[in-house]
């Protein structure tokens, strides 16, 4: 799952901007820069405007947020610790709000789970700006799930459901928990649920295929994709769904043409599955042009799978220094659900330029993290035979 960030807009929501000068002009600024996008660029007006005048919150709040949507996870943590209030008023609390949010999501990056569970706690006891309580309770489930801690992760996945019967991803997460848990007629029901709630929410009729898939049920994963083909081709964002439909049936022509015509209608996501197609058909150089031009037209809110991609597509090209950059820069988002592959891309990378004692120290890591991936057991034994 992906963490959904805290958008830098809402550092400000609930404020009363008081103060003027040199350090407000300052924050003022790194604000603006933020909300457009450009964090690296606003990370010096916020220690501007922290160095004026150190007592402002929200100021830490800024640069905070801001460091987090740059995975500069370790330095966004401490920066949000230092401005927590012990006092208890209005303000105060909905400043700790979002204080302990940012923190739990940097906690997140870092890997530290239980941290990221403690702040989302002390975060959610705080009853102010209740519109973040939805993200703050999701980004509590992924850690759950990755502590694995599945009951607890199944107990607040039905909890954010009730709460917020429109919040789509926590039926997705609690169809996967309950697939975890050997519940596959769970599982279904949560997918069935998110499109009876949700018509439109094409990612739950691809979660029931796979579910389906994944229990030898074929006629109605068949079923599933019949359905997605027959959907309106009036957006741009349903040409992509007819697409992916299309692929898993197995038909890739068809599926490239409706992608092209998205790229028409100036989709962005159908770079991402354009540049799947090449590489699938071993077009690596033409899958490369189509991740590169989807990350720069996505940008931080990209699929992290892209680099991992985009790694597989370099590394077949022999351009190992551009692959290495690909893994290092997936890697830097953290915690998310392209962690294991980009690892594992890591290994194939250095085994690839016979760099064996570091394949050996990785694919070891690698193991210790996912003990149950018995293929890369076996490129581990590899490995040792190559280095004797």
Same mark, same amino acid.
């Given at each position: 799952m992906r963490i959904k960030k805290?958008?830098?807009?809402?550092?400000?929501?609930?404020?009363?901007?008081?103060?003027?000068?040199k350090a407000q002009d300052a924050y003022e600024?790194?604000?603006?820069?933020?909300?457009? %996008?450009?964090?690296? *660029?606003?990370? &010096?007006?916020? /220690?501007? +405007? @922290?160095?004026? $005048?150190?007592?402002?919150? !929200?100021? #830490?709040?800024?640069?905070?947020?801001?460091?987090?949507?740059?995975?500069?996870?370790?330095?966004?943590?401490?920066?949000?610790?230092?401005?927590?209030?012990?006092?208890?008023?209005?303000?105060?609390?909905?400043?700790?709000?979002?204080?302990?949010?940012?923190?739990?999501?940097?906690?997140?990056?870092?890997?530290?789970?239980?941290?990221?569970?403690?702040?989302?706690?002390?975060?959610?006891?705080?009853?102010?700006?209740?519109?973040?309580?939805?993200?703050?309770?999701?980004?509590?489930?992924?850690?759950?799930?990755?502590?694995?801690?599945?009951?607890?992760a199944e107990k607040a996945e039905k909890e954010l459901i009730r709460s917020d019967e429109k919040y789509m991803e926590a039926y997705m997460e609690l169809a996967k928990?309950?697939?975890?848990? %050997?519940?596959?007629? *769970?599982?279904? &029901?949560?997918? /069935?649920? +998110? @499109?009876?709630? $949700?018509?439109?929410?094409? !990612?739950? #009729?691809?979660?029931?295929?796979?579910?389906?898939?994944?229990?030898?049920?074929?006629?109605?994963?068949?079923?599933?994709?019949?359905?997605?083909?027959?959907?309106?081709?009036?957006?741009?964002?349903?040409?992509?769904?007819?697409?992916?439909?299309?692929?898993?049936?197995?038909?890739?022509?068809?599926?490239?043409?409706y992608w092209k015509m998205a790229q028409d209608a100036n989709s962005k996501e159908c770079l991402y599955y354009l540049g799947l197609a090449d590489l699938t058909e071993k077009s690596y150089q033409e899958a490369v042009q189509y991740f590169e031009e989807y990350v720069d037209k996505v940008k931080e809110d990209c699929e992290v799978m892209v680099y991992e991609k985009l790694a597989q597509a370099y590394t077949a090209l022999f351009e190992y220094e551009k692959a290495q950059a690909a893994i290092t820069k997936g890697l830097s988002y953290g915690t998310t659900d392209a962690v294991q592959s980009l690892k594992k891309s890591q290994v194939i990378l250095y085994e690839k330029q016979n760099k064996y004692k570091k394949a050996n120290q990785e694919a070891k890591a690698y193991l210790k993290i996912y003990p149950q991936d018995v293929q890369m057991q076996k490129e581990l034994d590899f490995i040792q035979t190559r280095m004797k």
């Open positions: 805290l958008a830098i807009l809402a550092a400000c929501a609930g404020i009363v901007l008081i103060g003027c000068g600024k790194g604000m603006k820069l933020a909300q457009e %996008g450009k964090y690296e *660029e606003s990370l &010096k007006s916020f /220690q501007t +405007a @922290i160095q004026e $005048n150190q007592d402002r919150t !929200e100021y #830490y709040i800024g640069y905070g947020l801001a460091l987090n949507h740059l995975s500069r996870y370790a330095e966004a943590e401490t920066e949000l610790k230092k401005a927590l209030q012990g006092t208890k008023n209005k303000i105060s609390e909905e400043n700790n709000k979002q204080l302990y949010y940012g923190m739990a999501m940097a906690a997140y990056g870092l890997g530290e789970y239980e941290s990221v569970v403690k702040y989302c706690d002390k975060a959610l006891d705080i009853a102010y700006f209740e519109e973040l309580d939805p993200d703050i309770q999701y980004t509590k489930i992924g850690a759950l799930e990755l502590k694995g801690d599945w009951k607890k928990t309950e697939r975890r848990l %050997g519940r596959n007629d *769970e599982a279904e &029901k949560a997918y /069935q649920e +998110a @499109i009876s709630v $949700n018509e439109g929410y094409y !990612e739950a #009729y691809f979660g029931l295929y796979e579910q389906y898939r994944f229990e030898g049920k074929t006629e109605k994963a068949n079923e599933i994709l019949e359905q997605l083909v027959t959907i309106p081709s009036n957006k741009a964002k349903n040409l992509v769904v007819i697409g992916r439909a299309y692929y898993c049936q197995g038909n890739a022509a068809k599926a490239r043409e």
